[in-house]
């Protein structure tokens, strides 16, 4: 399975984005999917994570909580993250990652800046 992140970019603070991670298979049989963020120099931190169904389970960085929602769309084979109120402090580059049965996958990443 591949994953292809897009819809990074530039963007002033206080405004929004939303990622999205197409995955080239089925990800219904994925137990979580999550975005990452790595600020160059540091390591990669979890910044959102969901389980499979309705109602599933979501856990978000503390940093993020409240202005960050993550989903998942199954027919679609997509995971997003919805951005809101962004502060320069989540300028980083964003990555997905789904953890299947068959495996665990990451996307490539996607830069998201925001300026000041």
């Known amino acids: 399975v591949q994953l292809q992140a897009s819809g990074g970019g530039f963007v002033q603070a206080g405004g929004s984005l939303r990622l999205s991670c197409v995955a080239s298979?089925?990800?219904?049989?994925?137990?979580?999917a999550g975005w990452y963020r790595r600020i160059p120099g540091n390591v990669r931190n979890l910044v959102a994570i969901t389980g499979d169904g309705d109602g599933a389970a979501t856990n978000y960085a503390d940093s993020v909580k409240g202005r960050f929602t993550i989903s998942r769309d199954n027919a679609k084979n997509t995971v997003y993250l919805q951005m809101n109120s962004l502060t320069p402090e989540d300028t980083a580059v964003y990555y997905c990652?789904?953890?299947?049965?068959?495996?665990?996958?990451w996307g490539k990443g996607t830069q998201v800046t925001v300026s000041s």
């Open positions: 990652k789904i953890v299947c049965s068959f495996g665990n996958y």
């Open positions: 298979g089925s990800i219904q049989s994925c137990n979580s």
